[in-house]
């Protein structure tokens, strides 16, 4: 499984991005994908997270209302559309793919993914 994100760039505050991550394998293969993020001198960080046959989906709380994650799995692509973008924002965000053989409970901790992506940047000026 490889995963490719993008989107990432320079926004003002108030502003919006649209990442995407495209998940090179089949999703039957895949339980969950998720997005995480790491500013600089701080830990990663969960953001969301789908899962790719239910409509379950989580949150961080910092986000809830501007964000949201959804997924196309006829392109094997999952988003997140940031909306209302603040400085806070600002950091590398990595999608990941969490394995059927874990659960979705899951998908919020790093250590509940299999698969990571490379980092796409977001900037967010005030």
């Known amino acids: 499984v490889q995963l490719q994100a993008s989107g990432g760039g320079l926004v003002q505050a108030g502003g919006s991005l649209r990442l995407s991550c495209v998940h090179s394998g089949r999703t039957f293969s895949s339980n969950a994908m998720g997005w995480f993020r790491q500013a600089p001198g701080k830990e990663r960080e969960f953001v969301a997270s789908i899962n790719w046959s239910s409509p379950d989906r989580y949150y961080r709380d910092s986000v809830k209302g501007r964000f949201t994650i959804s997924r196309d799995n006829t392109k094997n692509t999952a988003y997140l559309q940031m909306n209302n973008l603040k400085p806070e924002d600002t950091a590398v965000y990595f999608c990941?793919?969490?394995?059927?053989?874990?659960?979705?409970?899951?998908?919020?901790?790093?250590?509940?993914?299999?698969?990571w992506g490379q980092g796409t940047q977001v900037t967010v000026s005030s």
């Open positions: 990941a793919a969490q394995s059927r053989q874990k659960t979705f409970y899951r998908s919020q901790y790093a250590s509940g993914y299999d698969y």
